[in-house]
């Protein structure tokens, strides 16, 4: 394979996963906004802060694939090795962190809904047995 042709595959994985990452995400906002009882609120903030976060690592993952290098040459043969150089790693983690974050908030907004709703149901059962 050329050294065009591993940059095409290495980018084309790159932003599969980015894709399916994103849809993934939209289904999280949708299932959050259904347990928050379809809050406007709660929608507006959960998307605020998904695109901030999704548009920041996408021009990271931009920055970060125009540096890349690509070809390696064993033996007669062409093998893909990609090569990150400047400040790839730097990139790279920032985007983690964001992910992170953005994965940390979602879980604590389902737990917070589920505690609630626990709480309520154990409210309405001790209620009962009077």
Do not use: P
Not at 19 to 46: G, N, T
Not at 100 to 119: G, M, P, S, T, Y
């Amino acid at each position: 394979m050329t050294d065009r042709g591993c940059l095409i595959t290495s980018d084309t994985l790159d932003w599969m996963g980015y894709v399916v990452d994103v849809i993934l995400d939209v289904i999280m906002i949708a299932r959050l906004h259904a347990m928050y009882q379809r809050s406007r609120k709660v929608l507006i903030f959960l998307i605020v802060i998904f695109l901030s976060i999704r548009i920041a690592n996408a021009v990271m993952a931009v920055i970060s694939m125009m540096h890349l290098s690509g070809e390696y040459i064993l033996s007669g043969t062409y093998q893909c090795l990609i090569g990150y150089v400047g400040d790839f790693l730097f990139l790279h983690s920032i985007a983690w962190i964001l992910s992170i974050v953005w994965e940390v908030l979602a879980l604590c907004f389902a737990v917070w809904i589920a505690v609630k709703h626990f709480r309520e149901l154990r409210q309405h059962s001790t209620i009962g047995e009077f």
